[in-house]
């Protein structure tokens, strides 16, 4: 399994489609958390120039700079992320890396239609073929790679209706949910 973190073709609150901006606290912890799983690659996808030279920045001050020497836990963790200037990369390097064509799975707060709950989460991740776990910045994903996503996971249900996670807290449920088989809200 792969995680996917979108940054173009994400929505703003009005539904238009933008560009969301890289934050260092998603990639810290995002790698964190999918190192903790062992879930990798961790691929952070935007098609910014300034925006890939300030991934490639941190990743290269916490993996191979002085960060490396200070955190060597936090190198191993950072050390998963590939950068990718769109989904479609990520997808051919699954691809590349496993020798089969993954399965995509979309994440999403605001998800109309789900079909996939945490049961059939887990039956993916144990398939032979690669899964690809894709999560949106800013208001979340586009609706056409939505709509082009091999399966929508179903959305994390909170206990008093509100629904606003930071796209690392999402992740860090989701892997958890998937991997200890714990899931209050299944789908």
């Known amino acids: 399994m792969a995680l996917a973190l979108i940054h173009h073709p994400v929505v703003d609150k009005n539904g238009k489609t933008i560009a969301g901006a890289v934050t260092n606290l998603d990639l810290h912890d995002i ?9 990798e690659p961790f691929y952070v996808v935007t098609p ?22 200070y955190n060597p836990d936090r190198r191993d963790a950072l050390a998963l992320i590939r950068l990718q200037p769109s989904l479609q990369a990520a997808l051919e390097d ?3 890396r496993w020798q089969a064509q ?3 799975v979309v994440t ?7 079909d996939l709950g945490w049961d059939g ?6 398939d032979d073929r690669p899964v690809l776990l894709v999560f949106g910045t800013a208001w979340g994903l586009a609706p056409e790679l939505i709509q082009a996503a091999d399966y929508r996971l179903a959305p994390i249900v ?4 509100y629904n606003h996670l930071s796209v690392r807290s999402a992740v860090s449920i989701i892997l958890d949910r998937m991997f200890t088989g714990c899931a209050g809200d299944e789908g």
């Open 94 to 96: 699954v691809r590349a």
């Open 102 to 104: 993954p399965q995509t």
């Open 108 to 114: 999403s707060a605001r998800m109309a239609e789900s």
């Open 158 to 161: 909170g206990r008093n209706g």
């Open 48 to 69: 910014l120039e300034d925006q890939q030279h300030l991934v490639t920045e941190i990743i290269d001050h916490w993996v191979t700079g002085v960060g490396a020497r």
């Open 31 to 39: 790698a964190r958390a999918a190192k903790t799983y062992g879930v």
């Open 121 to 126: 989460l887990r039956r993916l991740a144990a």
